[in-house]
């Protein structure tokens, strides 16, 4: 993923809502990584905070310092490793057609878990900022089908823990997640 849509008028720099859009990357990575490599998720926060706090901007061919949310970004990488089971059951219940968690693409999978946790536990972050984040980082690594699934399945999932910001957003009657 390019830092293209992350950085501040070319500062390198990152704003609040910027700098939870770079913890929800970082988190999405760490997971991936730990799927794939193993390791626990203390040792890679610990990783990730340490060396992998710069990407490279592909447009300008320049290293960029991810100020991200540091708290948000070992909060959800913890949190998922800690609730994987019960995240992986409400994902199970939310997707269609007989798809299940382990069927996904390891790193959709990661941003699902990371997602279903965010809208668990974070209520100081509207759900429909969630949903959007998720999506859009979603976007940035798949070309096909995915953005509506991440979308799909985590609005469906927000209609139920978060009921009344949901229903407040909802006044179309259309049900489209915005």
């Given at each position: 993923?390019?830092?293209?849509?992350?950085v501040?008028?070319?500062?390198?720099?990152?704003s609040?809502?910027?700098?939870?859009?770079?913890?929800?990357l970082?988190?999405?990575?760490?997971?991936?990584q730990?799927?794939i490599?193993?390791?626990t998720?203390?040792?890679?926060?610990?990783?990730?905070?340490?060396?992998?706090t710069e990407?490279?901007?592909?447009?300008?061919?320049?290293?960029?310092?991810?100020?991200?949310?540091?708290?948000?970004?070992?909060?959800?990488?913890r949190?998922?490793?800690?609730?994987?089971?019960?995240?992986?059951?409400?994902?199970?219940?939310?997707?269609?057609?007989?798809?299940?968690?382990?069927r996904l693409?390891?790193?959709?999978r990661?941003?699902?878990k990371?997602?279903v946790?965010?809208?668990?536990?974070?209520?100081?972050?509207?759900?429909?900022?969630?949903?959007?984040e998720?999506?859009?980082?979603?976007d940035?690594?798949?070309?096909s089908?995915?953005?509506?699934?991440?979308?799909?399945?985590?609005?469906?999932l927000?209609?139920v823990?978060?009921?009344?910001?949901?229903?407040?957003?909802?006044?179309?009657?259309?049900?489209?997640?915005s």
């Amino acid at each position: 993923m390019t830092a293209k849509n992350e950085v501040n008028s070319g500062k390198g720099r990152y704003s609040g809502a910027s700098a939870r859009g770079a913890a929800r990357l970082m988190a999405v990575q760490a997971l991936y990584q730990i799927e794939i490599r193993g390791g626990t998720a203390e040792s890679t926060v610990t990783e990730f905070l340490k060396h992998r706090t710069e990407m490279v901007d592909e447009e300008t061919d320049t290293k960029v310092r991810l100020e991200a949310d540091k708290a948000l970004f070992a909060d959800l990488v913890r949190g998922v490793d800690r609730e994987c089971e019960m995240i992986e059951s409400t994902l199970d219940g939310c997707l269609d057609g007989g798809t299940t968690t382990q069927r996904l693409e390891p790193l959709l999978r990661a941003i699902m878990k990371a997602g279903v946790f965010e809208l668990q536990t974070r209520s100081d972050i509207p759900a429909k900022v969630t949903i959007s984040e998720y999506v859009h980082l979603t976007d940035a690594f798949f070309d096909s089908r995915e953005p509506g699934l991440v979308n799909a399945v985590l609005d469906r999932l927000a209609r139920v823990l978060r009921e009344d910001e949901t229903s407040k957003r909802d006044t179309t009657g259309d049900g489209a997640a915005s």
